[in-house]
């Protein structure tokens, strides 16, 4: 919303600062985004008289003037300044624009200095307008009229001195966007008296010769109310200077009187209007849903197509206005305008957002009728716009022709004044409480409060509270601190599932990972990928067709991030999120994940070849450490029953039974090319909630068991098919001895062409060293033996396999 200083005032009665204005509308909830101030380009321009003018000595076409520019001494003698000029009609007793030295000149981007041109003194300058941003014009200096107040500020002399606010509005509020209801705000703030707004009574001077109907079904939901009045005998021709100024000032261009009228009041009231040539309609005007198929050349010289259910203005020609957003240019005004049908309506603010939405429209009507103007204020903006035609164009006014009534809004709340202090800790006497309703436009009787028609988004006493709040300043809250229910230290206040997902987060961030925050919305195709993109989970409204679903799984977004990070050069990537994903709608099908991904190599290029691809055990190792974070046994169960995403032949699944707690491995090539990520990638993801809770509920950790006694290690060899994983023989040899084995690892593979050479076809071996660590004694030979033998039949059992010669 944008508006000058001076059509604030037009509504506000005010000698405030502008500072203290813009704080002003900052702390009420209407935050100013811009301020463009003349004064602070303009301001150090003044009107100055050329005394004399005579030829440069060194040049044909310049001139040395000697210019008085302002009051100079107790006597208030002119102080005069030589300067050097080269303006065609620079002469003597000119009355034109002086900026002295050190005035930064906005139409050239220069800062005046002192300067010697061609042998003779100049400082400052004689100005264009072109040199103050007024025009194009460079022909020669600005010439004023003789009586023109010398050493006076040209902005103040001609009026420019208007300084451009911005604010900023939010959706709630739609009588912020106009003049006025930022106005009434400042008043009731205490900046200033907002000035009556009286309505003209409009004599009619003859029976309007068109009629308006609304179409049945649009009464109750569409268009409640239309009206208007033909105005005959109008001369269209360029706006006066003030109205033009105003629109230009906040980036309209004046188009002509009559459609200058119409933006006008849509940013001075929040009352979008529009004018018809009513030589260009044939017949009656009807408001009407479309069939469908219609098509419409809009003001903006678009063509736009129809659908079904889409609010149009026709007459018997056919469409020439989409209602509430855009006129026709068929019938649309210009200078050979002379009789027009003035109309104001009240338009449903979700039929609006929905047909602009459609048809990509964005204009002011629209964006203040989907938001909610005022309905009451139909007729009376109405007649005050045709007072401003009449007076600006000439012409005289028929009387009124409407179809439907105003929609009756009225509704009132209780008033609590010391719900005040419970909901906002603000401590507001009853009487300014009151004073603050009654000067926002609201109507007290008793305890009961109406709110204006102007004000939509008041729904409850609780937004009584708001106003009150937001009048007298939320920036006067104090904060104290909240008392504690129970003395002492208190509880951890964080769920288990909380305390983990924190957890989660140091651990995989403390392994290298970057984290990144994605969106829980993601399109179809890659949420089909993932298992996901049923109707259960698509989005009615979704912002874009690229967040269309709920996530099924973190890695969607992680691999659009990281093809997004490819394409601008970053080849290895460790990126990790823990958040929320959902398989379906309904409460309970919503987990919680933590996921990384790593592409690329392991270590950045050294000297010593520690550089290399990462591969599934880099991932694995990670999604181990993340789990014994959380509090995993240290004993698991993997398996291949992973998901279709995930490589096949190249990961794994971390579980407990039937209970899955992490996956692990590339991900599926097909998947990568459809997500245009360059591979391969591997990755992890770990069920936070899936991890089971200790038995032992206790704060501290069990004590460090620590044995005296010297570990022995037993390394074996086994030759097994070339099929059998490393895994199962791990598994089966930690099985031989549970209390005395502390620990089975593998530390060596053979395979290949030469291991098949040595023991034969579809054969490799393997080597691990198993940990033997007595508690209570030294273990004998015998003893070593024994355990040695249980690890030989154990392995043999459950790989096939026998001891390596």
């Avoid at 909830?29 to 101030?37: D, K, L």
């Avoid at 001369?235 to 188009?255: E, F, Y």
């Avoid at 823990?578 to 709608?585: E, I, N, S």
Wanted: hydrophobic share 40%; with cysteine; glycine share 10%.
């Amino acid at each position: 919303m944008k508006f000058t200083l001076s059509w604030l005032k037009d509504h506000l009665d005010t000698t405030a600062p502008l500072d203290e204005i813009l704080y002003a509308l900052t702390d009420l909830g209407h935050e100013v985004e811009e301020v463009q101030n003349p004064e602070d380009s303009l301001g150090a321009f003044r009107i100055c008289r050329v005394i004399e003018a005579v030829q440069h000595p060194n040049a044909d076409r310049l001139r040395v003037c000697r210019v008085a520019t302002w009051p100079n001494g107790p006597d208030g003698a002119m102080e005069e300044i030589q300067v050097v000029c080269g303006a065609p009609n620079a002469r003597t007793g000119l009355v034109g624009v002086f900026a002295p030295t050190g005035t930064h000149v906005p139409g050239t981007g220069v800062d005046l200095k002192p300067g010697n041109i061609r042998g003779v003194d100049s400082n400052g300058m004689l100005c264009s307008e072109r040199e103050l941003e007024l025009s194009d014009d460079h022909n020669g200096i600005i010439d004023l009229p003789e009586d023109a107040p010398v050493g006076v500020r040209f902005i103040d002399y001609k009026g420019l001195n208007d300084p451009m606010i911005y604010v900023k509005i939010t959706p709630n509020r739609p009588d912020g966007l106009g003049v006025r209801g930022l106005a009434r705000d400042l008043a009731a703030r205490g900046l200033g008296t907002l000035k009556p707004l009286e309505v003209p009574p409009i004599t009619a001077a003859f029976p309007a010769p068109i009629k308006v109907t609304i179409d049945p079904a649009l009464k109750t939901k569409g268009c409640p109310v239309f009206a208007g009045r033909v105005i005959r005998g109008v001369k269209n021709g360029p706006s006066p200077d003030w109205l033009a100024a105003r629109l230009k000032a906040i980036g309209l261009r004046p188009i002509s009187t009559l459609v200058d009228i119409t933006n006008y009041f849509t940013f001075g009231l929040n009352r979008p209007l529009h004018v018809f040539d009513m030589a260009k309609v044939q017949g009656d005007l009807r408001i009407h849903p479309a069939e469908g198929g219609e098509t419409l050349l809009a003001l903006d010289g678009k063509t736009y197509t129809l659908a079904p259910g889409m609010m149009l203005i026709s007459d018997d020609t056919g469409p020439e206005s989409l209602a509430g957003i855009m006129g026709g240019e068929t019938t649309g005004c210009d200078e050979t305008t002379m009789d027009v049908f003035l109309e104001s309506a009240f338009w449903d603010p979700i039929t609006i957002a929905t047909t602009g939405r459609a048809l990509r429209i964005n204009s002011d009507a629209r964006y203040r009728f989907e938001r909610g103007v005022d309905p009451a204020f139909t007729l009376a903006g109405l007649d005050l716009a045709t007072q401003m035609v009449l007076d600006l164009c000439g012409g005289e006014a028929s009387d009124l022709v409407v179809d439907g009534t105003v929609p009756d809004t009225t509704r009132s709340y209780t008033l609590d004044p010391a719900r005040v202090v419970s909901l906002v800790g603000m401590d507001i006497p009853e009487a300014e409480q009151r004073a603050t309703l009654a000067a926002l436009g609201f109507t007290l009787e008793g305890n009961q409060v109406t709110p204006p028609t102007w004000r939509p988004d008041v729904l409850g006493s609780a937004d009584l509270v708001e106003e009150v709040a937001r009048v007298a300043s939320l920036s006067k809250l104090v904060g104290k601190p909240m008392a504690r229910a129970l003395p002492g230290v208190p509880r951890p206040i964080l769920t288990p599932l909380q305390t983990r997902e924190k957890a989660a987060r140091r651990q995989i961030a403390a392994l290298g990972y970057n984290e990144c925050v994605t969106y829980s919305f993601i399109d179809q195709t890659a949420a089909t990928l993932f298992g996901g993109g049923s109707d259960a989970v698509r989005i009615d409204n979704p912002i874009s067709s690229e967040m269309s679903h709920l996530r099924p799984d973190l890695l969607p977004g992680l691999l659009r991030a990281a093809a997004r990070n490819q394409a601008r050069g970053f080849a290895d990537l460790a990126l990790f999120e823990v958040g929320p994903v959902f398989a379906g709608g309904e409460p309970g099908e919503q987990a919680l994940q933590a996921t990384g991904l790593l592409i690329g190599a392991s270590a950045a290029r050294d000297p010593y070849g520690s550089r290399r691809p990462v591969d599934l055990f880099d991932a694995k190792a990670d999604a181990e450490a993340v789990l014994a974070a959380l509090g995993a046994p240290a004993k698991v169960q993997i398996t291949r029953k992973v998901a279709g995403w995930w490589h096949p032949g190249r990961s794994g699944v971390i579980g407990l039974g039937p209970n899955v707690m992490a996956s692990f491995g590339e991900v599926h090539p097909r998947v990568l090319a459809a997500l245009d990520v360059k591979g391969p990638a591997v990755a992890f993801t770990v069920l936070v909630a899936n991890v089971p809770m200790p038995k032992v509920k206790t704060p501290t950790r069990p004590a460090l068991t620590l044995s005296d006694l010297q570990a022995v290690d037993r390394d074996f060899s086994f030759v097994v098919d070339a099929q059998v994983e490393a895994l199962t023989l791990v598994n089966a040899a930690q099985g031989a001895d549970k209390a005395l084995i502390a620990a089975v690892r593998v530390f060596d593979q053979f395979t290949g062409d030469k291991a098949e050479a040595q023991m034969g076809v579809g054969k490799k071996s393997i080597a691990i060293t198993v940990r033997l660590q007595p508690q209570d004694k030294t273990l004998t030979e015998a003893e070593i033996e024994a355990v040695s033998a249980k690890v030989v039949e154990k392995v043999s059992k459950a790989t096939g396999g026998s001891l390596r010669k």
